[in-house]
């Protein structure tokens, strides 16, 4: 087998847990030229990725394009196309490059994300092994630029205050968020950083002026160079969403996931070094958008999140000397 094509688009956190796919691919067989078809925002982390030979964006959902790079892709002449994208028009897409041969991956719940792309690969390379990490590659010269704006004398925790607006059952308070900065503020004497997109920056204007040790950065970064802030944070803390899944893929920082809705089995952060907090309750995990309980249907938070309070996040720091 010489060449093989890999096929993920759509959210960042999906695209992170294929990344043990070509890890445990090149770490077998190291000659094997390795391409990404996937879309155009997640395709910043992976692009210098030196275990893959390129990285190909999709520039549109439509036939028509699916077409036209088919056609482009046919050329290359693929051994193997692993679609980890399991809709009609990407297993259309697949048949219609010609490789010598096809899996698809197909959702469930009963394993983590990375475990189940990884067992998709796996069914037609015997051999490989899945790590009990995940390893994004992020440019040195990124991280040297990143690093200026960071103290160097100061423990670094990550907040990521920000979801999806249409995921209730994954917002943790902001009135948290602030009341658990301020007590690791006094006990650790550490740096809190608010992360998010240049979408978020709204949002995370609430976190401004609380206290010096308290800076906003979203919108300050491309998605690359959040992804080598993030690196160089001590500990990260977020509900369910990709920047958690990208921390979680990187050397350091230790993370901490809040889950509500979601469920940890499938998308809990991957690693040995990572946590996850989660409410005691008999209706979690339902992975639905909009809570089924009447009385909260209509709200911004859902109380599988409101359940988890600042100190359970502290207790996890403190009981694994997370800040020492």
Not at 153 to 169: A, C, F, Q, W, Y
Not at 176 to 192: G, N, P, Q, R
Not at 213 to 240: M, P, Q, R, T, W
């Amino acid at each position: 087998m010489q060449k093989i094509l890999i096929i993920r688009e759509g959210a960042i956190g999906d695209v992170v847990h294929t990344t043990n796919v070509y890890r445990s691919i090149k770490e077998t067989y190291p000659e094997v030229k390795i391409d990404y078809l996937t879309s155009e925002l997640p395709a910043e982390l992976i692009k210098n990725d030196s275990r893959l030979n390129r990285v190909i964006t999709i520039e549109s959902k439509k036939y028509k394009f699916l077409f036209k790079i088919a056609a482009e892709l046919r050329k290359e002449k693929y051994d193997l196309i692993i679609n980890l994208q399991p809709s009609i028009r990407f297993k259309l897409l697949s048949i219609l490059i010609c490789p010598k041969k096809i899996v698809t991956y197909k959702k469930t719940f009963r394993l983590h994300a990375v475990e189940n792309f990884f067992r998709t690969a796996k069914k037609a390379i015997k051999d490989i092994e899945n790590p009990n990490d995940l390893r994004l590659e992020i440019p040195d010269e990124i991280i040297e630029k990143v690093k200026q704006d960071l103290p160097q004398d100061k423990k670094i925790v990550m907040l990521n205050t920000e979801t999806s607006p249409t995921r209730h059952g994954r917002r943790w308070p902001a009135k948290y968020f602030k009341e658990l900065a301020l007590s690791l503020i006094e006990e650790y004497d550490c740096e809190i950083l608010i992360s998010g997109s240049k979408h978020d920056v709204e949002k995370t204007k609430c976190y401004e002026n609380i206290h010096p040790n308290i800076k906003v950065i979203a919108g300050k970064y491309s998605l690359i160079e959040a992804a080598a802030v993030f690196s160089l944070c001590d500990v990260f803390i977020s509900s369910d969403t990709g920047p958690l899944h990208i921390a979680s893929a990187l050397e350091k920082p230790y993370c901490i996931g809040l889950y509500g809705a979601a469920p940890v089995q499938r998308t809990g952060p991957w690693g040995i070094n990572h946590f996850a907090v989660s409410a005691d309750l008999s209706c979690i995990p339902c992975n639905r958008r909009n809570c089924q309980i009447k009385e909260y249907a209509e709200t911004e938070i859902n109380p599988c999140m409101t359940a988890i309070k600042p100190e359970h996040v502290i207790r996890i720091i403190k009981d694994n000397d997370l800040l020492v």
